[in-house]
């Protein structure tokens, strides 16, 4: 099995990340937050133009993760003085359980030791009980919540996240 991650670049590379994207949301949380949330998420922060935006105009760096060559997820990021802010870490569910999330985690680990951060810090839905606990298994730990207002009447309801890295 081989797996590579890498930087999108190019705005075919971006209409992949949104194809994904509108796959992997609606299985995973459709049962957590309901399809009108969904829908409304999908189009204001993982449509082609959105992504387009957060990385021409607010710094965001995503990149897509291959198997054996076809693109099955993806991550985005935003490197801060401090800390990676994982924003976003989706596979598509085929491949979920192999060890790719962590395989992510580590990509992400070498990007935190080559800039200086000392954390890796996410956002997770409440609700998101599985994937709290896969990256507690990773060493992740919560260290407060957050409640935003995403406009058009709904909230995210989440936990934040962190993982200190240790330096070399």
């Given at each position: 099995?081989?797996?590579?991650?890498?930087?999108?670049?190019t705005?075919?590379e971006?209409?992949?990340?949104?194809?994904l994207a509108?796959?992997?949301?609606?299985?995973?949380y459709?049962?957590?937050?309901?399809?009108?949330?969904?829908d409304f998420m999908?189009?204001?922060?993982?449509?082609s133009?959105?992504?387009?935006?957060q990385?021409d105009q607010e710094?965001?760096?995503?990149?897509?993760?291959?198997?054996?060559?076809?693109?099955?997820?993806?991550i985005g990021i935003?490197?801060?003085y401090?800390?990676?802010f994982?924003?976003?870490?989706?596979l598509?569910?085929s491949?979920?359980?192999?060890?790719?999330?962590?395989?992510?985690?580590?990509?992400?680990?070498a990007r935190?030791?080559?800039i200086?951060?000392?954390?890796?810090?996410l956002?997770?839905?409440?609700?998101?009980?599985?994937t709290?606990?896969a990256?507690?298994r990773?060493?992740?730990?919560?260290?407060?919540?957050?409640?935003s207002?995403i406009?058009?009447?709904?909230?995210?309801?989440?936990h934040?996240?962190?993982?200190?890295?240790t330096?070399?």
């Amino acid at each position: 099995m081989e797996i590579q991650i890498k930087k999108v670049t190019t705005s075919s590379e971006v209409d992949i990340v949104a194809g994904l994207a509108k796959a992997i949301w609606p299985e995973h949380y459709i049962p957590i937050i309901g399809k009108e949330q969904v829908d409304f998420m999908l189009g204001k922060f993982q449509s082609s133009k959105a992504i387009l935006a957060q990385i021409d105009q607010e710094g965001n760096h995503y990149f897509l993760i291959y198997h054996d060559f076809i693109p099955i997820g993806y991550i985005g990021i935003i490197e801060k003085y401090s800390e990676i802010f994982l924003s976003k870490l989706y596979l598509i569910s085929s491949e979920r359980g192999k060890g790719i999330g962590h395989k992510a985690i580590d990509f992400l680990i070498a990007r935190c030791r080559e800039i200086g951060a000392a954390y890796i810090t996410l956002t997770v839905n409440k609700e998101n009980l599985d994937t709290i606990s896969a990256y507690e298994r990773i060493g992740f730990e919560i260290y407060g919540d957050l409640v935003s207002d995403i406009g058009s009447g709904f909230v995210m309801d989440d936990h934040m996240m962190r993982l200190r890295i240790t330096p070399r």
